[in-house]
Nanobody, 120 residues
Framework: VQLQASGGGLVQPGGSLRLSCAAS????????VEWYRQAPEKQREFVAA???????NYGDSVKGRFTISIDNAKDTVYLQMNNLKVEDTAVYYC???????????????WGQGTLVTVSS
């Protein structure tokens, strides 16, 4: 399985973007997902996490602005980002924990990253 990340781009401060990570093939289930980001010359930072039951967790810097979601029907995870700030500029990565088949193990897969640039 490969995860195709998309949705990044250039946006002005205060704008919105929705990032997606889509599985390259049909899978049985997505059990959990995390999003991370890495800005130039900085360490990778936790952004958000969600499990299939609905529980979520957000980094302090994005609480109230970002929303993480899972769409099992589309084998896709999302990160809705609102009220973007210059400091949100980074490459964003998804890490999806999924089960390819009903009897298979849960395994983790990383998306390739998508660049978000917030600038006026």
């Amino acid at each position: 399985v490969q995860l195709q990340a998309s949705g990044g781009g250039l946006v002005q401060p205060g704008g919105s973007l929705r990032l997606s990570c889509a599985a390259s093939e049909s899978i049985f289930s997505i059990n959990a997902v995390e999003w991370y980001r890495q800005a130039p010359e900085k360490q990778r930072e936790f952004v958000a996490a969600r499990v299939s039951g609905g529980a979520t967790n957000y980094g302090d810097s994005v609480k109230g602005r970002f929303t993480i979601s899972i769409d099992n029907a589309k084998d896709t995870v999302y990160l809705q980002m609102n009220n973007l700030k210059v400091e949100d500029t980074a490459v964003y990565y998804c890490n999806v924990h999924l089960r390819r088949t009903a009897g298979g193990r849960v395994r983790s897969y990383w998306g390739q990253g998508t660049l978000v640039t917030v600038s006026s």
